[in-house]
Structures are given as C-alpha cells and as structure tokens.
C-alpha cells in the first residue's frame, strides 16, 4: 500500500504545486531523540495543524531533531511551535541551531504571533476564551556559509533554552542568491530618507519615494534593510522592486494606533475607476507584527485595487491576510509569492476582480482560506488560481470560489485542512453571492492533488469533503467540471454537497486513494455525472451517503470502488472519520 504521508519540497505531484527554491523536510522523518506526536486531526491539537500531521516535541536539554539538507543551502526555515504565556502575550525563547556538531547561533522563536482563542472569528490573544489553535509559526535565518547537501543541520534544546517545550514540524532548505543591484534608470528610498536600520519611521520616505517613482517614471528600488513602517503606503503607476526577499524587509506598526501597520495598498475603486493601475512589486518581503485577528482593520502586506499590475517574488509573513484585493479590478496577476502565518486569508479576490490570477505561490498556515475568490454584490470573471501549494489552512478551505463565471483552479497541490472546511469549495454562499454574482458557467477544477484535506465542521456537527458543493444562497445549475483530480487520503467523505441544490457538476477521471467516511457524502437534492472514477480504501463499506431521494447519480459504469445504489441513510453526525487509513 502507497504511503502519501511525506511532503518534501519539490516532490513532483504531477508537476503540481508550486515550482519552489527550496527543499522541505518534515522532522518527524529526521534522526531525533523527541517525542513523536501525530495521527490525530482533532481540531485543537498539535498534530492536526501539523503537516503531515505529525511532528516531533522536545521537552529537556540536549533532545533535537537532526535533519539532513537535501541540497545545497545557505539559510533555513523552520517551522515550530512553543507555549503560550499564561496572559496570551507569549513568550521569547530560543533554540540552539547546530551544523555538523558545531553551534552556530541561537535561533530565535516566539508565541507572540500564534496561539489564537476563541470558536469564531474575530479571535482572540485571551486564553479565558478557551478553543486554543493557530498554534505554530516560523523563523527563518541565513547561514554564513553555503553547506552541501547532506550536512547535518540540528534543532536542539540547550541549557540556556527556556521553553517548556518545543514542537518542530519541518525545515526549510534554500539556496538564496546574492542580494539584488539596483536596476538602471531607478530611484533609492534612501535618497528620500529611508532607514535601512529599522531604527526610524520609514513611511514618509516610502511615500515620497513611490509618488516620485510615479511622476518621473522611475524604478522605485528599495535595497538591502529592515524598514519599519508605521502605516500603508499608497501606490500607482509605478514599478518597485528590492534587494530579494531575504535581504529586503518591510515591517512594523503604528505604536498608538493599531488599525495601521506595514503595508504596500492601492487605491481603491469606489466605482467610478479610481483604483490603482500599472504597479509592479517584486523581491522583497512584508514581515508584520500582526497578533490577533480583527476583521474591520485593513492590516493585510498587500491590498486595495491594482489593474494591469503584477507582484512577483514577495515574501509575506505575519499580517492580517498576505494579500486581500478589493474591485473593482482587472488584469491583476500574482507569482512566485510566498504567503505565510497570517491571522485569516493568504490571497483573496474580492467584489469585482476579473481576469486575474494567481499562480506558482506557496502558501502556508493561514488563518483563513488559503486562496479565495468572493464575488461580494459584483461579478468576478475570467479569473484562476493555478499552480499554487496551499497548505494547512487554520480554519475554512485550502481553495474556496464564492461566486463567479468562467473559473479556473488547476494544477494546485492542497493539504492539511484543519477545521470547517474542505480542500476545494464551490459555492453560492457568503454575503452577496445570488443572482449576476452567483456561479456560472464553466468553471474548471482540473488537474488537482488533494492531500490529507476536508475536515470536521464544528457548526454543522459533521465531517466536509475533500471537494464540496453548496448552493445555501440560491441554485447552482452552472456546469461544474472536475477533471483529472487526486484525492488522497480525505478526512472525511471524498466529495460532498451539503447545502442547496447543486446540479450539473460533472467528475471526469477523478482518483480516490483513502477517506475517513465515505466516497459521496449528499445531503441535498441535485445531481452530479461520474465518467471514469475510481475509487479505493474507502472507510464505511457502504460508500454513500445520501437521504436525498431525488438527487440523481448519472454512472457511466467505467469507474470502480465508488458506486452503491443502496447509500447508507441515517444520521449524518453519527460517522465519526477513522484515519488515515495509510499509517
């Protein structure tokens, strides 16, 4: 039997996912002397917000994970989780980082920015609240060096290490090139005054900067620094780009007002076609101070409206979302991004984004969806989101389409769902999605692997499927396509329709590897059309579940492992998920 439990860095699924510059390692198939945790996706547990599910806990001096670099590296990212403090401000510790036997620095790690309480959002930093989740983070560092794969890299707890415990789940492994020249014909911040120490306020600078960019057509290049910015900076037509993401820092927030924090955002279109254009970002990184989520505040690393405009190469990291994009809209296109540890959503495109995209981003441990499109009272067309690796989303979907027509998600790699939600959703749901906004025809999800994803929705009492459907707000008659899809290793049921009637949804050459319940999970009328499925390890012997007399199955017989035509009928939030069905 297959084991589809390990995630390394550029594994090939089917040249899904995001082609990445690094190499991912999880610490539980790492020499250590910690305490392995893991098969459990209970929400509000360790494991479950693990990749992979599992994870490796050191708790005394001397215990470490010992990872192995699979390529040639100068800088590392791990991932971990430590306790919170007893007041929900966190605690400062570090951890010895060792190459090949020798100590080379103290890396440090920090709660500040996990640790969320609360059953819905807005979450909070108040342990009274009790729900404890959002419980890991990360820290990267550069080597002074260039080792060669096969050295040995140690986590490891020393005397001077003052956490309980520590929690490591993965590293990351880059080659990171040399920073980044200023281009020709280009402008420095700090010939406006930007402190590249982060020691003063950056922010009238950047601004002066960037409208200077704008006037005088000039590149905006922003070098090698940490800039502390105490509120958004406001673009248009310009082009800024830094020294690389791990050289060139945007980070900071305002110290009385916490609605304002570090952020690059356009203008945006109330409606009469004022929002930002022709703005180009690239090679640098937004790391915020973001520590609670609070819905109302616009604390996002990018936002605002940006037509005919792209972003390339940025590294976002503790923000509200990494990038929440208001319409109306057009011709966005975002790539080559890495989107993490944010309190909600990685990407988003909202009320009236059209013919934009995302592609070949990583995005991981978001405190929302990982990428979603909400056609809020507008239209949303022409849009994809394709090649992209969502993992571990903290609440909600991987991938989630409120509304829209002609959508494409292909050739993505989801994993680890947590909790209410599933690894693609499709659905007429959310405020201002009926009528010209609601889904319409085609939309596409093609060419997928779904990983370890669908979850138990805490609300509804019962488990989502790995790729889900509901028309709550109105009908769904839109053809729905999902094509050449992987499923492995499902929580729950594989696919479900929970809410709403949901017809013409046509599955072609879908594979099923593994799921908690069962194959089909409908709970409202519909219909859907099985071509060439096949499905295996499918946990209850009766693979359907459907109460629903007139929801209509159309098989074309050319499938095996699936079908049934006499489906389990009983109490849905009786099936408790038994998984994963590999280990």
């Known amino acids: 039997m297959c084991n589809f439990i390990l995630l390394i ?15 991912e390692v999880e610490a539980e198939h790492s020499h250590h002397n910690g305490k392995e945790i893991g098969n459990n996706r209970t929400f509000g547990t360790l494991s479950s917000e693990a990749s992979g599910r599992r994870a490796v806990q050191l708790s005394s001096p001397g215990q470490y994970v010992e990872f192995t670099m699979p390529i040639r590296a100068n800088s590392i990212v791990v991932r971990y989780s430590i306790p919170d403090s007893s007041d929900g401000k966190g605690i400062d510790t570090n951890i010895d980082l060792i190459v090949n036997g020798q100590k080379i620095k103290d890396l440090p790690m920090t709660s500040r920015f996990s640790w969320y309480y609360g059953s819905e959002p807005p979450f909070t ?11 890991y983070d990360e820290v990267r560092t550069l080597f002074d060096k260039t080792y060669h794969a096969g050295t040995k890299v140690r986590v490891q ?21 040399p920073p980044h020249k200023a281009p020709e014909n280009s402008i420095s911040v700090l010939d406006y005054g930007a402190d590249p120490s982060g020691t003063q306020d950056s922010t009238k600078a950047f601004q002066k900067a960037f409208h200077h960019g704008q006037v005088y057509y000039k590149i905006v290049f922003i070098p090698e620094g940490h800039y502390f910015l105490t509120d958004h900076v406001v673009i248009d037509y310009v082009t800024i780009t830094g020294a690389g993401p791990w050289y060139t820092v945007l980070s900071g927030r305002h110290p009385t007002d916490p609605t304002k924090s570090a952020g690059i955002y356009g203008k945006y279109d109330t409606g009469n076609g004022i929002g930002s254009r022709n703005v180009h970002l690239s090679n640098f990184a937004i790391i915020g101070n973001i520590t609670e989520r609070v819905d109302d505040i616009q604390a996002n690393g990018i936002g605002g409206s940006l037509t005919d405009s792209t972003i390339d190469n940025l590294w976002i990291q503790h923000t509200k979302c990494g990038a929440w994009f208001d319409g109306k809209m057009n011709g966005l296109v975002m790539r080559n991004s890495r989107i993490m540890d944010t309190a909600a959503h990685g990407i988003g495109f909202h009320m009236g984004v059209i013919n934009s995209k995302v592609e070949n981003c990583f995005i991981r441990n978001t405190g929302d969806e990982g990428l979603s499109m909400w056609a809020e009272h507008y239209k949303q067309t022409n849009n994809q989101f394709k090649g992209n690796t969502v993992a571990i989303p903290l609440m909600a979907n991987n991938i989630a389409i409120y509304g829209g027509r002609n959508i494409e998600v292909s050739q993505n790699l989801i994993y680890d769902t947590v909790t209410n939600g599933g690894g693609i959703h499709i659905g007429n749901r959310n405020f201002g999605v009926d009528g010209d906004t609601a889904i319409h025809t085609p939309i596409k999800i093609n060419q997928n692997t779904l990983l370890r994803t669908g979850a138990f929705d805490f609300n509804w009492e019962f488990g989502i499927g790995a790729i889900w459907f509901s028309g709550e707000n109105e009908k769904i008659e839109a053809r729905i396509e999902v094509k050449d899809c992987d499923i492995i290793d499902s929580s729950y049921p594989a696919i479900s329709f929970v809410k709403g009637n949901v017809t013409s949804v046509v599955f072609t050459n879908l594979f099923v590897n593994g799921t908690g319940t069962f194959f089909l999970q409908i709970q409202d009328n519909g ?14 012997n009766i693979t359907i579940f459907n109460c629903e007399e007139s929801f209509k199955i159309n098989n074309d ?9 006499k489906p389990m009928c009983s109490n849905v939030c009786e099936f408790q998920a038994q998984w994963p069905w590999n280990w």
């Open 527 to 540: 219909e859907a059309t099985f071509n060439k499925v096949r499905a295996y390890n499918i946990r209850q």
């Open 557 to 565: 017989g050319k499938g095996e492992g699936w079908f049934t035509d």
């Open 9 to 23: 860095g550029n594994q090939d699924w089917k040249g899904r996912g995001a082609k990445v510059p690094f190499e």
């Open 125 to 135: 930093n108040d342990p009274k609240d009790g729900n404890p989740s959002h419980f």
């Open 157 to 177: 707890v020393g005397s001077n290490c003052t956490s309980p415990t520590y929690t490591i789940d993965l590293a990351d492994f880059e080659l990171v090139g």
